[in-house]
């Protein structure tokens, strides 16, 4: 039987198999040295490829998780006799007893699964990555008469409204895989197309403009000064229009300017001139190591309720309760390898993730049928809620319709304390359906406590099934 709270990615059964396919003998029926070379010689017969590999213990449980840029290298490296891997990982190598991988189209997307994964999981070896630091995003504002270019770790502006306005209709790329290498192409590429980054309000045709004085960036050529009437609005617009377009292509014509450029540098033995151009060629190449925000690798930045304190208070007229809420946990079921059905309960606080408090239960008495998993994950979590050991949520959101929100109400009746709210959230048509109403409850698309319970539904259904998302995208290997 597999722990409440299972961490082990499953597998789609359609999709070719990325996991290491024996299965390890029983934990204890080996010795140290015998395990170590067991899992060393695993570790070689891994593909040549970047990836990204999970430690699990006797149980099964992921308790490390880290990404290779050819993984028989790396993860062979954990089980030679002389490893040390450091005052933290070491003793991991009592414990280990098996490990998954998954095969990446390239380093930096193993970057990105790498940092997706432990925030999930949170193993108990990994001691970075673990906090809330996310990946940058390139920033280029829309609304503005002079667009700005500008990187950021917030790409929706959640809990800044000046940032938030900047990036209404804004053109958002990324997240990018490293951050210096972004910073130096954008430096370079300012070059090129003299695009603005400070901060200024800069109005078109305002008189002012002309007595501004620009800052250093006009006088060593890498900006237009906008600021100081010294481009129109049309050539300014057409300048980060080109930019714009030289990011979603491969850049290949600037590249080649470039490689010339430095060759001839180094015939004419201007050898500081050729290495800082050569440095600025590789910034450039590495823009291309970047997702699209649509993948969905940074779930918690890129959906975020930007008026959380709004939202609960529109919730709370809504469903007519008289104190206000606080706490939201929501419910979901996933079906993740044909038989096997997983639930999960996320809890927002004050509108935002509350990660300490998220779980995923492994349903123990059925299989593939919603109502009952409903049921049982809502009786073990709430039996002890009931008891008074922990404390209930002003609003329990069930992801379905009416059928899954009676499923949850029959298993509260069944206790002795009763829920303060329970409802669902049906996709397609996104109605409420509440507990002690015959007609469902449907809000405007723009209402922020629907946008808020939208949130929870999503992040709870991606908690449950984001390993099967991520096997399935991945090129895996045949069996």
């Known amino acids: 039987m597999l722990p409440d709270s299972d961490q082990t990615p499953q597998a789609d059964p359609g999709a070719r198999e990325a996991r290491v396919t024996d299965a390890p003998p029983?934990?204890?029926?080996?010795?140290?040295?015998?395990?170590?070379?067991?899992?060393?010689?695993?570790?070689?017969?891994?593909?040549?490829?970047?990836?990204?590999?999970?430690?699990?213990?006797?149980?099964?449980?992921?308790?490390?998780?880290?990404?290779?840029?050819?993984?028989?290298?790396?993860?062979?490296?954990?089980?030679?006799?002389?490893?040390?891997?450091?005052?933290?990982?070491?003793?991991?190598?009592?414990?280990?007893?098996?490990?998954?991988?998954?095969?990446?189209?390239?380093?930096?997307?193993?970057?990105?699964?790498?940092?997706?994964?432990?925030?999930?999981?949170?193993?108990?070896?990994?001691?970075?990555?673990?906090?809330?630091?996310?990946?940058?995003?390139?920033?280029?504002?829309?609304?503005?008469?002079?667009?700005?270019?500008?990187?950021?770790?917030?790409?929706?502006?959640?809990?800044?409204?000046?940032?938030?306005?900047?990036?209404?209709?804004?053109?958002?790329?990324?997240?990018?895989?490293?951050?210096?290498?972004?910073?130096?192409?954008?430096?370079?590429?300012?070059?090129?197309?003299?695009?603005?980054?400070?901060?200024?309000?800069?109005?078109?045709?305002?008189?002012?403009n002309r007595f501004f004085r620009p800052c250093l960036l006009y006088n060593i050529g890498q900006c237009t000064a906008p600021c100081a009437a010294k481009v129109g609005k049309d050539a300014y617009a057409s300048d980060v229009d080109r930019f714009a377009r030289f990011l979603n292509t491969k850049q290949s014509v600037m590249l080649r300017e470039l490689r010339d450029e430095m060759e001839k540098a180094a015939s004419a033995m201007r050898y500081e001139?050729?290495?800082?151009?050569?440095?600025?060629?590789?910034?450039?190449?590495?823009?291309?190591?970047?997702?699209?925000?649509?993948?969905?690798?940074?779930?918690?930045?890129?959906?975020?309720?930007?008026?959380?304190?709004?939202?609960?208070?529109?919730?709370?007229?809504?469903?007519?309760l008289e104190e206000p809420i606080r706490c939201i946990e929501g419910i979901d079921i996933a079906h993740l390898q044909g038989n096997e059905t997983v639930g999960s309960k996320v809890c927002f606080i004050d509108g935002k993730p509350f990660k300490d408090q998220y779980r995923r239960f492994k349903i123990q008495t059925v299989s593939n049928d919603d109502y009952s998993s409903i049921r049982e994950v809502v009786l073990r979590r709430y039996r002890e809620a009931g008891s008074g050991h922990e404390l209930y949520p002003e609003v329990i959101l069930i992801d379905g319709g009416l059928g899954q929100l009676h499923a949850a109400l029959e298993a509260f009746a069944t206790l002795d304390v009763k829920p303060p709210m329970v409802i669902s959230l049906a996709k397609k048509e996104e109605l409420v359906y509440a507990q002690q109403r015959g007609e469902p409850i449907r809000l405007g698309r723009e209402n922020l406590g629907l946008k808020l319970l939208q949130a929870i539904r999503d992040e709870a259904h991606r908690f449950a099934q984001h390993y099967h998302h991520v096997l399935r995208r991945k090129r895996t290997l045949d069996e």
């Open 273 to 320: 001139q050729a290495a800082s151009l050569r440095d600025q060629i590789r910034a450039i190449e590495r823009l291309s190591e970047r997702a699209d925000r649509s993948d969905g690798w940074q779930p918690e930045t890129e959906s975020m309720i930007f008026e959380p304190e709004k939202a609960l208070r529109s919730l709370q007229r809504t469903l007519e």
């Open 26 to 208: 029983a934990w204890g029926t080996e010795g140290d040295d015998e395990r170590l070379a067991r899992l060393n010689k695993k570790a070689r017969a891994l593909p040549e490829q970047p990836g990204v590999y999970l430690m699990k213990d006797g149980a099964g449980v992921v308790i490390y998780v880290g990404k290779a840029l050819r993984l028989p290298d790396r993860v062979s490296s954990y089980f030679v006799p002389s490893t040390d891997l450091g005052f933290h990982k070491q003793p991991m190598l009592d414990v280990v007893h098996d490990f998954d991988f998954l095969v990446c189209e390239s380093e930096w997307e193993a970057l990105l699964a790498e940092n997706r994964l432990i925030k999930d999981i949170k193993p108990r070896f990994n001691v970075r990555l673990i906090d809330d630091k996310t990946f940058p995003y390139l920033v280029i504002t829309t609304r503005e008469d002079f667009p700005r270019v500008f990187v950021t770790r917030n790409p929706t502006g959640a809990g800044d409204d000046e940032l938030r306005d900047l990036l209404r209709s804004a053109k958002v790329f990324g997240p990018f895989a490293n951050a210096g290498a972004l910073r130096e192409a954008l430096s370079t590429l300012q070059r090129v197309f003299k695009f603005r980054t400070c901060k200024l309000d800069i109005v078109a045709g305002d008189e002012k």
